[in-house]
């Protein structure tokens, strides 16, 4: 029998497991996995290797998932890669698992022809009344035209004022996931998103996986400091609006001393790790943390500290005095 993980932010998950059991009766070989607030990416991929082993076929699994992107999606795809039927769908919903459920009591069917089968149901699934706001079925799309490739633009043309424009700038530990991809990018409305790391710039599996989490119709591009650099001071950049993520303060403090023109800073998550300590649900920090953010503190730099735009800002300057108290009772 194909096992299912269902894996989401917070505990839809195991609400979603618990619900399908009212409708459907319990079911074997099902488990259910939640980013907690307190989790970073390697806790939850070690949770959702601790739950796949608990299931009695590890060779044919799916994952049912709630969001294209969030770090949940991110692990498991990350996982997918050496697991070749191993199966995952995003948008989880109940008519999604109960359907699941159905079609995996044919002892033959296997993660990825479930996989195929759940997408017509969970998509029927969404209905509205009154049904008038049914939208009319979309007719089919004339064939395009080939798309030229666009020549690269030569090097020296100005376009807009010759200055890019950083609309948002944030440190994330996960960098590109669920909370920026569907808050952050409507808010900012940014050209492009540029994930600004010399670490995973050379990491091709997890490039690979942020390029895949973009948002709808916004480009993403993972590249080393230096390269945010040359590329702050190139004119043809003048008219892209772009969004900057960075996984420390640290990296922000480089690109800054580089000479890229950041003024704000939204500190969205700095994961803990040993010898750091807790001073917001989200932001875990050490002493060279404390000495990274006040530097760029002391350039002008101001700081927004929240994880998405409905927030209230945490107070910064108490933040860091926190982390000061801590740090030194920790000494």
């Known amino acids: ?57 590890s060779e044919q699994v799916l994952f049912l998932v709630d969001l294209w992107g969030g770090t949940p999606f991110n692990q498991i795809n990350g996982l997918l890669d050496g697991h070749p039927t191993w199966a995952a769908v995003t948008g989880m919903n109940l008519p999604m698992v109960i359907t699941a459920y159905t079609l995996r009591m044919n002892p033959e069917a296997t993660a990825h022809e479930i996989a195929a089968g759940v997408l017509a149901d969970s998509r029927d699934g969404v209905r509205v009344k009154p049904e008038d706001l049914e939208p009319e079925p979309a007719a089919a799309p004339a064939a395009a035209a080939p798309v030229a490739t666009a020549a690269a633009i030569p090097e020296g043309t100005v376009l807009g004022d010759g200055h890019i424009k950083i609309a948002h700038c944030r440190v994330d530990t996960r960098l590109l996931h669920g909370q920026v991809a569907t808050t952050w990018t409507k808010q900012v409305s940014p050209d492009r998103i540029l994930v600004v790391s010399d670490a995973v710039s050379h990491d091709e599996l997890r490039k690979t996986m942020i390029v895949q989490a973009a948002p709808p119709g916004v480009k993403v591009h993972v590249i080393p400091i230096e390269k945010m650099i040359e590329v702050s001071k190139d004119p043809r950049f003048g008219a892209t609006k772009v969004m900057l993520l960075f996984e420390t303060p640290q990296d922000v403090l480089k690109a800054v001393e580089g000479g890229v023109d950041i003024k704000n800073v939204n500190l969205g998550s700095m994961a803990h790790s040993v010898g750091k300590v807790v001073v917001t649900n989200a932001i875990a920090m050490d002493q060279a943390d404390v000495e990274c953010l006040e530097t760029l503190a002391s350039k002008g730099i101001e700081f927004d500290v929240r994880k998405v735009p409905a927030d209230s800002p945490e107070n910064f300057d108490a933040m860091m005095k926190k982390a000061k108290s801590e740090l030194a009772a920790q000494a």
């Open 1 to 57: 029998m194909v096992g299912i993980v269902l894996a989401s932010h917070g505990d839809l998950a195991a609400g979603i497991k618990q619900t399908a059991s009212m409708v459907f009766g319990d079911q074997p070989d099902v488990v259910s996995v939640s980013l907690q607030p307190s989790m970073g990416p390697d806790d939850l991929r070690a949770e959702i290797e601790k739950e796949v082993a608990t299931l009695s076929d």
